[in-house]
């Protein structure tokens, strides 16, 4: 069964301290990794989409990577205005398109 | 429109009522999903249709839940018999499809729905 387990659950960070959030998955057939941003009483808005090992994707400062097992979401300098939950979703068996989504990270970015 | 619009924003109910979460996607769009969220999880997925027939429904929790698509554009979640427990945030998304791929789905702002 397609499985999304993200990492760490809730990160505090000063304005300008960099870290990366972690998104392990467990598919049948990777078609795609997705990353969103959900502000509270929002949907999600969407950032990135990887589909290789290997590939990269950068928007302002934040940076998306993929392995075969996880992706990361690097984020550099962060402002308050980053302060979100980010979400990561994997489309994987071929027999449906749906995507499943890990429980997200609430990131809180002080001054 | 320019984005996915979701009708009502909110929806209060009392317990045993019948509703309807209506959801107009991104013009052009073939794939639309239907997903569930509570405080602090991540989406939970229901059921996705491709054009007018549902392509996946494994996500309907028992048979009170039913959605439709009949000109594979406007779709409507029903819920019948609500119970407390139904209470969620619901989300709707779309994606189009290109050189047989589908692509990244975006979200409308969901319907919050509270069953008293």
């Known amino acids: 069964e397609d499985q999304v387990t993200q990492s760490p659950e809730a990160l505090r960070l000063q304005e300008g301290e960099s870290s990366s959030l972690n998104c392990s998955y467990t598919v049948s057939g990777l078609r795609g990794l997705f990353w969103y941003r959900q502000d509270p009483g929002k949907g999600p808005e969407f950032l990135f989409t990887l589909y290789s090992a290997g590939e990269e994707k950068e928007k302002e400062r934040l940076k998306a990577t993929l392995t075969k097992k996880e992706s990361f979401l690097h984020i550099t300098a962060p402002k308050p205005e980053d302060s979100a939950t980010y979400l990561c979703a994997v489309r994987g068996s071929y027999n449906t398109d749906k995507l499943i989504f890990g429980t997200g990270t609430r990131l809180q970015v002080f001054p | 429109g320019a984005g996915v619009s979701q009708t009502p924003s909110n929806k209060v109910t009392e317990k045993g009522k019948y509703v309807e979460l209506r959801c107009d996607p991104i013009?052009?769009?073939?794939?639309l999903y239907w997903y569930r969220q509570s405080l602090g999880q991540g989406p939970e997925f229901l059921i996705y249709?491709?054009?007018?027939?549902?392509?996946?429904d494994s996500g309907l929790p028992n048979d009170r839940f039913f959605a439709v698509r009949p000109e594979g554009s406007v779709s409507t979640l029903k819920i019948q018999r609500t119970e407390r427990g139904d209470s969620a945030v619901y989300l709707c998304?779309?994606?189009?499809?290109?050189?047989?791929?589908?692509?990244?789905?975006?979200f409308g702002q969901g319907t919050r729905l509270t069953v008293v």
């Open positions: 013009s052009g769009h073939t794939a």
């Open positions: 249709f491709q054009g007018t027939g549902a392509a996946d």
């Open positions: 998304a779309s994606s189009s499809e290109g050189q047989g791929v589908i692509t990244e789905a975006f």
